[in-house]
């Protein structure tokens, strides 16, 4: 593949892409960096797991940011404009549910405008602190209030030998993970890949003229996708295997360095 790209948008994931997982921050040549990129007139967008009301670490970049590709796919902003919204069937989450209350496992369900840790413990609540520096997994909503939303995600603190059993029970979803302890449950057919063509489509740039950064396993669609697809140098081996190009690390400089490579700064 060519170095010179005719490279019109990035596509970011947030945690240990842009957000290092130590520090909890962007580093600054990051900073730097999408700045540099933004004056050359290339739009920058998010792409991350994380619920709108979870993005509370951008605040670096966030007057460059054109649009938010969130949950996964199943929820896309543009200048404060929802520009896609992917219901999960009310039977899937119904069916998550049981299999919460079962198995007694906690379960983040997501609604277009609140969250919601169903059957919470301390220890979860402490380890979404810890690793995404949450002060609450919950909006101020009750169960009932949250279920009149239309549910976009489901994020099940499971192992993936769980998820393989819960899998069948939820015909009309799809599930990635890009942390052990977790996975993330959208609408089948719904990731990030997607929302980098719904976001190229709404611009009118084509998908060559892309390039998306990640860092883990619900990345894989979007590097597929994009025309210049960049693996962390702390990603998962089979992100890097599918990526165009592997980077260093987020506390690295690497978004800094896989930009000046491809000549995009």
């Given at each position: 593949?060519?170095?010179?790209?005719?490279?019109?948008?990035?596509?970011?994931?947030?945690?240990?892409?842009?957000?290092?997982?130590?520090?909890?921050?962007?580093?600054?040549?990051?900073?730097?960096?999408?700045?540099?990129?933004?004056?050359?007139?290339?739009?920058?967008?998010?792409?991350?797991?994380?619920?709108?009301?979870?993005?509370?670490?951008?605040?670096?970049?966030?007057?460059?940011?054109?649009?938010?590709?969130?949950?996964?796919?199943?929820?896309?902003?543009?200048?404060?404009?929802?520009?896609?919204?992917?219901?999960?069937?009310?039977?899937?989450?119904?069916?998550?549910?049981?299999?919460?209350?079962?198995?007694?496992?906690?379960?983040?369900?997501?609604?277009?405008?609140?969250?919601?840790?169903?059957?919470?413990?301390?220890?979860?609540?402490?380890?979404?602190?810890?690793?995404?520096?949450?002060?609450?997994?919950?909006?101020?909503?009750?169960?009932?209030?949250?279920?009149?939303?239309?549910?976009?995600?489901?994020?099940?603190?499971?192992?993936?030998?769980?998820?393989?059993?819960?899998?069948?029970?939820?015909?009309?979803?799809?599930?990635?993970?890009?942390?052990?302890?977790?996975?993330?449950?959208?609408?089948?057919?719904?990731?990030?890949?997607?929302?980098?063509?719904?976001?190229?489509?709404?611009?009118?740039?084509?998908?060559?003229?892309?390039?998306?950064?990640?860092?883990?396993?619900?990345?894989?669609?979007?590097?597929?996708?994009?025309?210049?697809?960049?693996?962390?140098?702390?990603?998962?081996?089979?992100?890097k295997v599918v990526a165009d190009y592997v980077t260093a690390s987020v506390d690295d400089d690497g978004v800094k360095k896989a930009l000046e490579y491809w000549q995009v700064i």
């Open positions: 593949m060519e170095k010179e790209q005719n490279i019109k948008a990035l596509f970011f994931d947030i945690d240990g892409t842009l957000v290092s997982f130590d520090t909890h921050r962007i580093p600054r040549s990051t900073v730097e960096a999408l700045e540099v990129a933004k004056q050359r007139g290339i739009k920058i967008f998010i792409a991350t797991g994380r619920p709108l009301v979870y993005i509370n670490n951008l605040g670096d970049v966030k007057h460059l940011i054109d649009g938010y590709v969130t949950t996964n796919g199943a929820y896309i902003v543009i200048d404060g404009k929802v520009i896609a919204c992917h219901q999960i069937p009310v039977e899937d989450v119904r069916a998550m549910m049981r299999f919460s209350d079962e198995r007694k496992f906690p379960c983040i369900l997501v609604g277009e405008s609140d969250t919601l840790l169903y059957n919470p413990t301390r220890e979860v609540e402490a380890f979404f602190h810890r690793l995404l520096d949450l002060k609450d997994t919950s909006t101020p909503v009750s169960l009932d209030c949250l279920l009149r939303q239309r549910i976009i995600q489901m994020t099940p603190i499971i192992t993936a030998e769980v998820e393989a059993e819960l899998m069948p029970a939820l015909p009309s979803c799809e599930s990635s993970r890009w942390y052990p302890a977790f996975a993330d449950v959208t609408a089948r057919g719904v990731d990030k890949g997607e929302g980098v063509k719904c976001v190229a489509r709404h611009f009118g740039f084509t998908i060559a003229e892309t390039m998306a950064f990640g860092d883990g396993g619900n990345d894989t669609r979007m590097l597929q996708v994009a025309g210049v697809g960049v693996a962390m140098g702390n990603a998962n081996e089979p992100l």
